[in-house]
């Protein structure tokens, strides 16, 4: 190809922030829209009909408006419900989905004890089962919905403070014992979630594995370019802008935000 690829990265709001930092490491020249569906934020609580319209809808405009070749679904929220739809949509786009790490977490635990920290949307799913059936069958695996953490997340990225007593709430159904063993490791089911994770490593009872699978993701998305010809030759060339579904005008916080992620409002 004779120009940088135009990705598409996806979310209800600012946890796929985490995901566009690792893949903009592996393709600094490619050019970016990253667009936060910030009117239906969060879709952890919709219901799963309703979502897949919604991010369908969302998506036309998007498809239509910037012409990716390629998208990142950066939610696992709709990752969960929603790719097989796109991808019949869209046969001709690769969408790259972010789903609950549960694979590695169950390799990479030795007590056994591994928790799935989501939204309350994604740790509901079929989805997410059929992992946990596949990949962590000889685990005991506790499913942890926090209706709470990304909009905490969202409100640190908005420059809000956030009370270390909320996030510990929120993490501390993760924590089991049994038997003198006890979780070692906490898959982050959501995007967001990686945006907390130093204050979850800091009011967390005892040390496990947060595991995050951006990087994987961001390799996936690498490879998928270079098989359609998109050798990364564009070094530092590269656009990158955030939209926003609501309109609204980020204010100054928000846009210093995004300039540390390397993205321009608009
Ligand atoms: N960042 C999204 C995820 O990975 C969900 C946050 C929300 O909208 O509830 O699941």
Known sequence: MTRPPKILVFDSGLGGLT?????????????YVYCA???????GDWKEPELV???VQVMEKLIAEHA????VIACNT???IVLPFLRVHWPQIP????????????????????????????????????????????CRVTLVGSAALARLAEAQMHGQGVCDEDIAAEIAPCFKQENGARTDAVVLACTHYPLLVEDFRRLAPWPVDWIDPAPAIARRVDQLLRERGFEEAFAGTGQARAVF???????????????RYGLVAG
């Open 19 to 31: 995901v566009f930092a690792e893949v903009i490491k592996l393709r600094p020249g490619a050019d």
């Open 37 to 43: 569906d910030d009117a239906g934020f969060p879709y």
């Open 53 to 55: 319209e919604r991010v």
């Open 68 to 71: 990716p070749d390629m998208v």
């Open 78 to 80: 709709a990752s969960t």
């Open 95 to 138: 969408f790259v989905g972010t789903v609950p790490a549960i694979k590695p977490a169950a390799e990479r635990s030795r007590s056994h004890l591994i928790s799935v920290l989501g939204t309350p949307g994604t740790v509901k799913r079929d989805y997410t089962q059929n992992l946990i059936a596949q990949f962590a069958a000889h």
């Open 245 to 259: 579904t609501s309109g609204a005008r980020p204010d100054a916080q928000l846009r210093a935000t995004l300039s």
